[in-house]
């Protein structure tokens, strides 16, 4: 009870200091949501992207060609055992001539076409090796798959992550210096205060205590604007986009959504985390107790 | 309550105390007088662990301060009262809230807090002004804010820096006389003061550090600029 005492009392001091910090607030909260803004904004397009890029990928397909005198349906049993394998479609010899037959004038000869198997890896990146695994078997004469188009997607998906890596990375550091440096100056405006405190045997973590929860509500405030300027975004680019990328590629019509949420939680989850975080590596460094 | 055993406290090769000893028993009431620069705030901040002995051992209600980890400062802190020559209110907090700030920081619940503030407000007959700012109060008001908040955890022993330095002479008077009748309830005080008036009106054991040693040690003593030496 008197540690939940001491804890509602941090919570009316970190109050006391928000209402005392005045205007400051509204400026440090501005900033905060625009580089969240930002941060949720690029989140959202690498994320988008990343996902037409992998449901593209998903499109891949490596081609087996299996020797005579193995049955297709067995093959396909043990091709699917493969954990990266997601859909293995066979394609008989026979479909595969009458198919032909039908789109083109054959004469009639003994069908030289071998049973085809389609195999889809679960995703881009597992090509190569569902291809590698697949040459292997006996039962395959041969394998054909878009070799450098897997590549080339596989190295554009690593650049998208990367490159929201790093710009997390960098968007992070300035949300923290912004929030570390608005801590720091609230430190120094209370630097008696704080002297006072410490010579009564006030305890380190009632001192701190409301200037870390100040960074963490300021983190909080910040990502719950810029959630809202995101979601308005959402609400009016949303036909738009959907239309451009599902005219470039039909496929994706099911995944477009994806990525909304989760962006809205990081963006809500650094916020309060780099908030708390610079305002607790800030007090560590500028309160003397 | 007090003990110091040959400490000693230098700041960069200039000598602030040199092997001092002294003693203070519960409930005892004693002055530490001396010119400026004598080394009575440094040996007051080193009682209540602002600082740390260059050599020699500090004790407090049988605690040894100079193995005392950071963290329990504050725990130590608690058992002291302090009172400041420049009173350390917190200047956007009723007097009420100043005096109440430790107890609420400790999470004792505000009814008890409330008992506790007027009791203390009451020793130092400022009842009235329990919700009057600091800077609506006169010097001596602030500094008896400063002995309310001292007292109003149930400190053992009081330690006042210089608290009628920025007095006149009459609410000097008062402020001691009201540190003497706290220290007849048991609690020890240990007041530095280079105010002759205050200790002399009083006469009580009297501890004259002079360079950072202690020249005399005198009880019903009288602060006088040159003392004998009767250490």
């Known amino acids: 009870m008197r540690h939940l005492r001491i804890f509602f009392r941090v919570i009316i001091e970190t109050g006391i200091g928000v209402k005392r910090s005045g205007w400051s607030n509204w400026l440090v909260v501005s900033i905060l949501a625009i580089a969240l803004t930002i941060f949720g904004g690029i989140l959202q397009v690498t994320m988008t992207m990343k996902n037409v890029v992998t449901a593209w990928g998903s499109q891949l397909e490596v081609s087996a060609y299996l020797k005579d005198g193995y049955q297709p349906k067995r093959v396909a049993r043990e091709i699917s055992q493969i954990p990266e394998v997601q859909l293995v479609e066979i394609v008989t010899k026979d479909v595969a001539w009458d198919e032909m037959k039908s789109t083109f004038k054959v004469a009639s000869l003994a069908n030289p076409l071998p049973n085809t198997l389609h195999i889809r890896a679960s995703n881009p990146d597992a090509v190569e090796a569902v291809a590698a695994k697949v040459k292997l078997l006996s039962a395959v004469e041969n394998i054909r798959y878009p070799l450098k188009v897997a590549r080339k997607i596989n190295e554009f998906r690593h650049f998208i992550e990367i490159a929201g890596f790093a710009i997390t990375a960098a968007l992070s550091a300035a949300t923290l210096t912004v929030i570390g440096n608005t801590i720091h100056l609230l430190i120094e405006s209370r630097q008696r205060e704080i002297e006072i405190l410490s010579l009564m045997g006030v305890s380190p973590f009632y001192i701190k205590g409301p200037f870390v929860l100040q960074g963490a509500a300021y983190g909080a405030g910040s990502a719950a604007v810029a959630i809202m300027v995101l979601a308005v975004m959402h609400m009016y680019l949303d036909p738009y986009i959907t239309e451009q990328l599902v005219s470039l590629a039909p496929f994706l019509t099911n995944n477009l959504e994806y990525g909304m949420w989760q962006t809205f939680g990081v963006m809500l989850g650094l916020g309060v985390l780099v908030g708390a975080g610079g305002s607790a590596w800030t007090s560590g460094r500028y309160i003397k107790i | ?231």
């Open chain 2, 1 to 231: 309550m007090i003990r110091l055993q040959n400490v000693t406290k230098d700041y960069g090769g200039r000598p602030a105390l040199v092997n001092v000893n002294l003693h203070i028993a519960l409930g005892e009431f004693a002055f530490l007088v001396g010119p400026s620069g004598a080394g009575k705030s440094t040996l007051m901040r080193l009682l209540y662990r602002e600082e740390t002995p260059t050599s020699g051992s500090v004790f407090v209600g049988g605690v040894n301060l100079n193995r005392l980890h950071k963290r329990q400062v504050p725990l130590l802190r608690r058992r002291l009262g302090t009172i400041f020559q420049d009173y350390k209110l917190l200047p956007r907090q009723t007097v009420f809230n100043n005096v109440a700030y430790i107890l609420r920081a400790l999470g004792v619940d505000e009814k008890e807090v409330a008992k506790r503030v007027q009791s203390a407000l009451s020793v130092v007959s400022l009842e009235h002004k329990a919700d009057a700012y600091p800077d609506e109060l006169s010097g001596g008001e602030q500094q008896r804010v400063g002995i309310a908040r001292a007292i109003v955890n149930g400190p053992p022993v009081l330690l006042a820096d210089e608290p009628t330095g920025n007095l006149d002479p009459a609410t000097s008077l008062e402020i001691v006389q009201l540190l003497e009748r706290i220290a007849e309830r048991g609690t020890t005080v240990f007041i530095s003061t280079h105010d002759t008036n205050i200790v002399n009106a009083l006469r009580r054991r009297v501890i004259y550090l002079k360079g950072g040693e202690i020249v005399s040690d005198v009880d019903s003593g009288v602060y006088e600029l040159e003392p004998n030496l009767n250490v």
